[in-house]
């Protein structure tokens, strides 16, 4: 081949690989999930403090409903004061 037809060849991939990827990205910004939805806690449900944090009781003493989920991903529960984050939790099985 000659290098005038490498060159023209090589523009084209390069073409079709940067409108693909621009196509690509361009849907994704579309689907958007809600931000409730991606939420790690919802109000009501239940969370079992670790072991760790609260070393002798049994894991239904450890249990509290949330009250309220709050702009930093804190929460505030039922019978415990103050905010707490999710790594002081056990994970949900």
């Known amino acids: 081949m000659k290098k005038e037809t490498k060159r023209l060849l ?3 991939a390069l073409t079709a690989g ?3 990827t ?3 990205l361009g849907k994704r910004k579309g689907q958007k999930r809600s931000p409730i939805a991606n939420r ?3 109000p009501g449900m239940s969370v079992t403090f670790r072991a760790e944090l609260m070393p002798g009781r049994d ?3 450890r249990t509290y ?3 309220e989920l709050l702009p930093s991903n804190r929460v505030t ?3 415990v004061g103050g905010e ?3 790594n002081e939790f056990e994970a949900v099985r």
Do not use: D
């Open 10 to 12: 090589g523009s084209l």
């Open 18 to 20: 940067t409108v693909g």
């Open 22 to 24: 621009f196509l690509l």
């Open 40 to 42: 790690w806690a919802r």
């Open 59 to 61: 894991a239904s003493e």
């Open 65 to 67: 409903r949330i009250l």
């Open 77 to 79: 529960l039922e019978g």
């Open 84 to 86: 707490h984050m999710r």
